[in-house]
């Protein structure tokens, strides 16, 4: 946790701290939530959820605990989801509480989980504003229907890079391995992301079957790209550092960190979909099969769909907003963001993000492993 809070005091970012609340609780709902005293443990990625740096505390909980009287442990836990899996991993075999209420992983991730039978069923008379999720999101292939899982935020990965190194920006791998980035280049340690973009530069459609060889030849690319001095690191969430301290000029990153990022840092980076496409996902609210917590967490679950705090979130975490709403919402918080195409991407936007397709066993197996072996992690 020493890395997560130093991470905090170094990107201070800004937002909608002053917002008023408006709860999307109703006061049968309040009672119920309210029925325990239980602290719901909410496990996170950094910087994923509205903070104040003044107080040290999270305005849009803050305000939760207020209305209902249920506290909340808020954890920055999460820097990449294979690495927190594996850590609960034997607890959640044991079928014992893991120590968590509510854990937030991306999708593919979120559906081992769900078929692994370590999430929850969701009470959904005990989360109605679960109806203020975008419709098309509402029947992802993780959980059709959404009985398990419900979406926190929407992830667009691209290229992000330091102005001052980078002037004309960055649009195409290319660009991102030039000359001038050698040994100043990490990308993600999420296979489908940094994997994903290489995929779609050589010409292969991510969302459709393609075969074992042509994923092959996006993993030599990488590996190539490493060991030929260009890629210093493959790593989750804290490449956010790096960028920061100038040890990487250029990365394979996500949207939201770099908006954050710019907000205390003076607009010193860039972000862009790449030109070849860009990857979009999920991270999704589950909560884990053996809670002992399960109405107070689906009662926090219900809070974040309602636009008002949905928006607030989005205001300050700048990822794109899985809530119906919230846009004409952000309108009264911050009337800036309105036309963020991060937060609330338009039909060109659309068109330009493609989510990788499903992943069968024996090739979520073989396609990892060659994953971790190129990346020196195997």
């Known amino acids: 946790m020493a890395i997560e809070f130093s991470r905090r005091d170094l990107i201070k970012a800004v937002g909608g701290l002053s917002a008023a609340s408006l709860l999307g609780l109703s006061g ?34 803050v305000d939760f605990t207020k209305k209902t009287g249920i506290p909340v442990k808020y954890m920055e836990v999460v820097d990449d989801n294979d690495t927190f899996t594996a850590k609960v991993t034997p607890q959640l075999r044991l079928k014992k509480d893991i120590g968590y209420d509510i854990v937030v992983l991306t999708e593919w991730m979120a559906s081992r989980w769900i078929t692994g039978g370590y999430v929850t069923k969701f009470d959904d008379a005990k989360v109605p504003n679960r109806k203020n999720v975008l419709p098309f999101l509402l029947n992802r292939p993780l959980d059709p229907g959404r009985h398990y899982s419900l979406p926190w935020a929407g992830v667009i990965a691209g290229f992000a890079w330091n102005n001052k ?41 991510i969302t459709k079957p393609f075969s074992q060889d042509k994923f092959m030849n996006a993993i030599d690319y990488m590996q190539k790209m490493i060991h030929d001095g260009f890629i210093r690191q493959v ?18 990153g996500w949207s939201g960190d770099i908006n954050q990022l710019n907000a205390q840092n003076s607009n010193q980076f860039g ?14 609210m589950m909560i884990p099969a053996h809670s002992p917590n399960k109405i107070n967490a689906e009662a926090v679950i219900n809070y974040y769909y309602d636009p008002v705090v949905a928006a607030r979130v989005a205001n300050y975490i700048n990822y794109v907003c899985p809530v119906a709403g919230a846009q ?51």
Do not use: C
């Open 28 to 61: 049968e709902g309040i009672a119920n939530a309210a029925s325990s005293q239980q602290t719901v443990r909410f496990a996170n990625w950094s910087l994923y959820l509205d903070y104040d740096n003044k107080t040290k505390r999270y305005p849009t909980l």
């Open 165 to 205: 190194h980078n002037p004309k920006g960055i649009h195409t791998m290319e660009q991102l391995f030039a000359p001038a980035n050698k040994g100043k280049v990490e990308v993600l340690s999420e296979m489908r992301d940094t994997i994903g973009l290489i995929l779609m530069w050589q010409g292969v459609d």
């Open 235 to 252: 790593k989750g969430q804290s490449y956010q550092e790096d960028l920061i301290s100038g040890d990487a000029t250029a990365v394979i």
């Open 271 to 284: 972000f862009a979909i790449p030109d070849s496409g860009g990857t979009f996902s999920t991270d999704n």
């Open 328 to 378: 004409q919402a952000m309108a009264k918080i911050n009337p800036a963001q309105v036309k963020n195409k991060l937060i609330f991407p338009d039909a060109a936007m659309w068109k330009k993000l493609h989510v990788f397709r499903e992943l069968s066993q024996s090739e979520q197996i073989s396609f990892a492993t060659a994953f971790q072996k190129a990346s020196g992690n195997a």
